[in-house]
């Protein structure tokens, strides 16, 4: 038969050892959470910069006129349903004439016409 100093020391043993197994565990949850963490930060870099690809190559396409008129009618079409109304291409001058009421290249009288006139 055992004494019960040598059970106690049992005891604290089998108690310490428990506690080693769920440290380990614990331990090994959260390298598994930082693991995975770190494989979604990954996936949402490479998405990111995709969609900065294509948004460069884009601008680029728009910058230098390439835009195809499949995608000039798609962009004319998701304007058109979403503001409800058909979309009018303004350029400088429309906008100029808008903001002034003048058209910029409308012709302006010369001096010795605006002299005659104010005769």
Known sequence: ??????????????????AK????????KQLDAK???KAL???RQVEKDKRKKQDM??????????????????EEELLQ????????????????EERTGRRPD???KSAKRLAYDKK
């Open 1 to 18: 038969m055992k004494t019960d100093d040598h059970m106690l020391k049992i005891r604290k043993q089998l108690l310490a050892q428990a």
């Open 21 to 28: 197994v769920e440290a380990a565990e614990m331990k090994r």
């Open 35 to 37: 693991k995975y963490g």
């Open 41 to 43: 930060q990954v996936e």
């Open 57 to 74: 190559e884009t601008i680029g396409k728009w910058r230098k006129g390439k835009v195809t008129e499949s995608e000039k009618r798609k």
């Open 81 to 96: 349903l979403a503001t409800g109304k058909p979309v009018k291409k303004k350029g400088l001058n429309d906008f100029i």
């Open 106 to 108: 409308a012709p302006t």
